[in-house]
Nanobody, 117 residues
Framework: QVQLVESGGGLVQAGGSLRLSCAAS????????MGWYRQAPGEQRELVAS??????NYADFVKGRFTISRDNAKNTVYLQMNSLKPEDTAVYYC????????????WGQGTQVTVSS
């Protein structure tokens, strides 16, 4: 079974940085898209950033602060988060559109990011 495993979350002070990683494993034929969503307590899950072979996409609230990248050889996507704010506090979920062999959307279990004031 295809699995996504996130790492890199934790507690950081406002203005600090964290780097999240997400590795896909299992019977992967190809990966069409990878990305990150986040969900704060009592809030809806929202898109943070996504990446394909040719482009990146960012939510307005992270532009200029976060950078998404990937390592195709490792089936891994990263999210470099700089200038973190308390409102960035949320569970961050990795997602990917993967052929295995049929295209499906997969989700990781999430990693907690907490930004203190």
């Amino acid at each position: 079974q295809v699995q996504l495993v996130e790492s890199g979350g934790g507690l950081v002070q406002a203005g600090g940085s964290l780097r999240l990683s997400c590795a896909a494993s299992g019977p992967i034929v190809s990966i069409a898209k990878m990305g990150w969503y986040r969900q704060a307590p009592g809030e809806q899950r929202e898109l943070v950033a996504s990446i394909t072979s040719g482009s990146t996409n960012y939510a307005d609230f992270v532009k200029g602060r976060f950078t998404i990248s990937r390592d195709n050889a490792k089936n891994t996507v990263y999210l470099q988060m700089n200038s973190l704010k308390p409102e960035d506090t949320a569970v961050y979920y990795c997602t990917a559109v993967i052929a295995s062999p049929s295209l499906r959307n997969y989700w990781g279990q999430g990693t907690q990011v907490t930004v203190s004031s």
